[in-house]
């Protein structure tokens, strides 16, 4: 080739530069360039690393609204940001003890449909996702009795007594424990009927016994709850020979084996409700330890223990909660008795692959109400923090902090 540029070639080189340079212009003035250009380079044209895909489409005459975007990468470091697991929600389960609509309180709720005994209870009760009760009555029609004319210790609440749970948003209760057949099986069914028709979920009692046996699940937040409940308690003879048996669960370990690992399987939280132990005693019986020990082997979130009709300690079984008696909640009490008129509910949050977190919300009952302390009510506090400090000891111990601002005292394992 002849190195030497003639001045025809230099022209049509100049020619060919200017024609470039031209079309270079139009394109950057054209909308599509305009697009384009408005949303930056791509990130193979940032970091020199050719046409991407999406460009070489475009020069073969894919239109832009076609091709899609190609994610930016961070700039630090290059690396897409960490995936944060989203935490399981947490569910409280604020539980009660003993609840009667039998005499005095029965009579109240015939008086006046509407009326609320857990009306004095704090934001603590009421901002609950779920609310337990142990109902120590039978709901049923007795001509306007709710107490035997010959016999204090039989009783029942009246059917309306169904509405007042609801109203009050109790979730569940329990309806296995010594009052259940005070006026026999056909009122245990009509508490069935009205329980069922006021839509309050329970547990341990049936038309047969395998429904006596089988837990109620209720739904917060997503996430299953499954309540056994038993007792150990029975106020007509020996409960194996006595007809009751074919109707309500009885605190039998073996036959609720089965039932607790099926529930553990399918369910996201599995508790017991328990009413056994003695009486107006501030410590559980040996009974009462055998059984709580045996069903927390089988691996339930919490115990929930009633009838003594005082408060009991809490103890702990692997970082899991006992509550072994919460004492009375809506009951009548005895002057002779000062700790019939003072308990606490507890508030029990519950998380998946977490621990059971607790605190405690002390009252104080006036005739069968409960009343929740003031948050500023430090003396009363102070003083029933002590208590269950003491109370705690006989099962093994627990950490008891100052009032929160619920005016609750939050409980923790001793170590």
Same mark, same amino acid.
């Given at each position: 080739?002849?190195?030497?540029?003639?001045?025809? +070639?230099?022209?049509?080189?100049?020619?060919?530069?200017?024609?470039?340079?031209? $079309?270079?212009?139009?394109?950057?003035?054209?909308?599509? @360039?305009?697009?384009?250009? &408005?949303?930056?380079?791509?990130?193979?044209?940032?970091?020199?690393?050719?046409?991407?895909?999406?460009?070489?489409?475009?020069?073969?005459?894919?239109?832009?609204?076609?091709?899609?975007?190609?994610?930016?990468?961070?700039?630090?470091?290059?690396?897409?940001?960490?995936?944060?697991?989203? =935490? @399981?929600?947490?569910?409280?389960?604020?539980?009660?003890?003993? *609840?009667?609509?039998?005499?005095?309180?029965? =009579?109240?709720?015939?008086?006046?449909?509407?009326? #609320?005994?857990?009306?004095?209870?704090?934001?603590?009760?009421?901002?609950?996702?779920?609310?337990?009760? !142990?109902?120590? &009555?039978?709901?049923?029609?007795?001509?306007?009795?709710? =107490?035997?004319?010959?016999?204090?210790?039989?009783?029942?609440?009246?059917?309306?007594? @169904? #509405?007042?749970?609801?109203?009050?948003?109790?979730?569940?209760?329990?309806?296995? !424990?010594?009052?259940?057949?005070?006026?026999?099986?056909?009122?245990?069914?009509?508490?069935?009927?009205?329980?069922?028709?006021?839509? *309050?979920?329970?547990?341990?009692?049936?038309?047969?016994?395998?429904?006596?046996?089988?837990?109620?699940?209720?739904?917060?937040?997503?996430?299953? *709850?499954?309540?056994?409940?038993?007792?150990?308690?029975?106020?007509?003879?020996?409960?194996?020979?006595?007809?009751?048996?074919?109707?309500?669960?009885?605190?039998?370990? #073996?036959?609720?084996?089965?039932?607790?690992?099926?529930?553990?399987?399918? +369910?996201?939280?599995?508790?017991?409700?328990?009413?056994?132990?003695?009486?107006?005693?501030?410590?559980?019986?040996?009974?009462?330890? $055998?059984?709580?020990?045996?069903?927390?082997?089988?691996?339930?979130? @919490?115990?929930?223990?009633?009838?003594?009709?005082?408060?009991?300690?809490? %103890?702990?079984?692997?970082?899991?909660?006992?509550?072994? &008696?919460?004492? !009375?909640?809506?009951?009548?009490?005895?002057?002779?008795?000062?700790?019939?008129?003072? &308990?606490?509910?507890?508030?029990?949050?519950?998380?998946?692959?977490?621990?059971?977190?607790?605190? *405690?919300?002390?009252?104080?009952?006036? %005739?069968? +109400?409960?009343?929740?302390?003031?948050?500023?009510?430090?003396?009363?506090?102070?003083?029933?923090?002590?208590?269950?400090? !003491?109370?705690?000891?006989?099962?093994?111990?627990?950490?008891?902090?100052?009032?929160?601002?619920?005016?609750?005292?939050?409980?923790?394992?001793?170590?």
């Amino acid at each position: 080739m002849n190195a030497r540029m003639t001045p025809a +070639r230099a022209c049509s080189i100049l020619l060919c530069g200017m024609l470039l340079a031209c $079309r270079e212009h139009a394109d950057a003035e054209s909308p599509r @360039a305009q697009s384009r250009g &408005s949303r930056g380079p791509s990130p193979a044209q940032s970091h020199g690393s050719g046409p991407s895909p999406a460009q070489a489409e475009l020069a073969g005459g894919v239109t832009q609204a076609a091709i899609p975007l190609e994610p930016r990468l961070p700039e630090a470091g290059g690396l897409p940001p960490p995936v944060v697991p989203e =935490q @399981a929600p947490i569910i409280v389960l604020a539980a009660g003890g003993d *609840v009667s609509f039998g005499r005095e309180c029965g =009579q109240a709720i015939l008086k006046d449909v509407k009326y #609320d005994p857990f009306a004095g209870l704090s934001q603590a009760w009421s901002s609950a996702d779920l609310r337990f009760i !142990n109902l120590e &009555s039978q709901l049923s029609d007795q001509n306007g009795l709710t =107490q035997s004319p010959r016999n204090r210790l039989i009783f029942t609440g009246p059917p309306s007594g @169904a #509405d007042v749970l609801a109203r009050a948003k109790v979730s569940l209760v329990s309806t296995a !424990n010594n009052h259940a057949w005070d006026y026999g099986k056909s009122a245990l069914f009509e508490t069935i009927d009205n329980l069922t028709r006021a839509q *309050v979920a329970f547990a341990g009692t049936g038309r047969d016994v395998e429904a006596a046996y089988r837990p109620v699940v209720v739904q917060a937040k997503g996430h299953s *709850v499954a309540l056994f409940a038993v007792t150990q308690i029975w106020n007509q003879g020996t409960f194996s020979d006595h007809e009751g048996r074919a109707h309500v669960a009885w605190a039998d370990v #073996d036959r609720l084996k089965t039932g607790i690992a099926r529930a553990r399987r399918e +369910r996201d939280f599995v508790i017991v409700s328990y009413h056994g132990g003695e009486e107006y005693i501030d410590a559980p019986v040996d009974r009462t330890r $055998r059984f709580v020990k045996a069903v927390m082997a089988l691996g339930v979130d @919490a115990i929930i223990g009633h009838h003594p009709h005082v408060p009991q300690g809490i %103890g702990w079984f692997g970082g899991r909660p006992v509550f072994y &008696s919460l004492g !009375n909640f809506v009951f009548d009490t005895h002057a002779n008795k000062p700790w019939t008129k003072q &308990s606490y509910f507890v508030r029990l949050q519950l998380q998946k692959g977490v621990a059971p977190v607790v605190s *405690v919300c002390p009252y104080a009952l006036e %005739g069968h +109400r409960p009343r929740s302390f003031a948050n500023d009510d430090v003396s009363s506090l102070g003083r029933f923090r002590q208590h269950l400090i !003491n109370w705690s000891t006989s099962v093994g111990g627990s950490k008891v902090a100052t009032v929160d601002e619920l005016g609750c005292l939050p409980v923790a394992p001793p170590k």
